[in-house]
T-cell receptor, first 112, second 116 residues
Framework: DAKTTQPPSMDCAEGRAANLPCNHS???????VYWYRQIHSQGPQYIIH???NNETNEMASLIITEDRKSSTLILPHATLRDTAVYYC?????????????FGPGTRLSVLP | DTGVSQDPRHKITKRGQNVTFRCDPI?????LYWYRQTLGQGPEFLTY????????KSRLLSDRFSAERPKGSFSTLEIQRTEQGDSAMYLC??????????????FGSGTQLSVL
């Protein structure tokens, strides 16, 4: 089972920041938080990942709380093309399997 | 295009038939994953390879399913005696494993299977 919980859906106005929350209260010390998104009819796309420090790249910013029990993905200026399902994933352990476990994600709708 | 390539994009088959899907990963990626996704759900892990070795299989991968990666490059996923419940999007992903906890998956566009 996924180790994260996310709201099932969110709306955001075009041009505004989209803040997508994720809870991962059972995260272990060596587990990274990953974010992927999936646009309709395509495979998931990597966005960003982090361990404990905040991260930023050309797509988004990732804010991880100090206790690492939750995180927020920030899309600073959402566009209509950011409408997608966003998945927050905690890597399932270090030695047990090496697979990524996806939950149902958050369906983000960017509105004009 | 040097991304992950899957073939075919769509497959319609009759119940009881066998089907085979192909995945070509990004060149030099040593890991290859198969996932299955049904409508409204996130992708579900099926199996993964490191080079040619199949290292883990999900309990979702019944004995009707078999995956191979014979030369550590492309992979095939075969479903024998298809059932209507096999209808789903089958996704392939590849990665370059540099460390166990700092790995990025790159996904293909998937093969949509419909079993009639």
């Amino acid at each position: 089972d996924a180790k994260t919980t996310q709201p099932p859906s969110m709306d955001c106005a075009e041009g505004r920041a989209a803040n997508l929350p994720c809870n991962h209260s059972t995260i272990s010390g060596n587990e990274y938080v990953y974010w992927y998104r999936q646009i309709h009819s395509q495979g998931p796309q990597y966005i960003i990942h982090g361990l404990k420090n905040n991260e930023t790249n050309e797509m988004a910013s990732l804010i991880i709380t100090e206790d690492r029990k939750s995180s927020t993905l920030i899309l600073p200026h959402a566009t209509l093309r950011d409408t997608a399902v966003y998945y927050c994933i905690v890597r399932v352990g270090y030695n047990y399997g090496q697979n990524f476990v996806f939950g149902p994600g958050t369906r983000l709708s960017v509105l004009p | 295009d040097t991304g992950v390539s899957q073939d075919p994009r769509h497959k319609i088959t009759k119940r009881g038939q066998n089907v085979t899907f192909r995945c070509d990963p990004i060149s030099e990626h040593n890991r290859l994953y198969w996932y299955r996704q049904t409508l409204g759900q996130g992708p579900e892990f099926l199996t993964y390879f490191q080079n040619e070795a199949q290292l883990e299989k999900s309990r979702l991968l019944s004995d009707r399913f078999s995956a191979e990666r014979p030369k550590g490059s492309f992979s095939t996923l075969e479903i024998q005696r298809t059932e209507q419940g096999d209808s789903a999007m089958y996704l392939c992903a590849s990665s370059l494993r540099q460390s166990a906890t700092n790995e990025k998956l790159f996904f293909g566009s998937g093969t949509q299977l419909s079993v009639l």
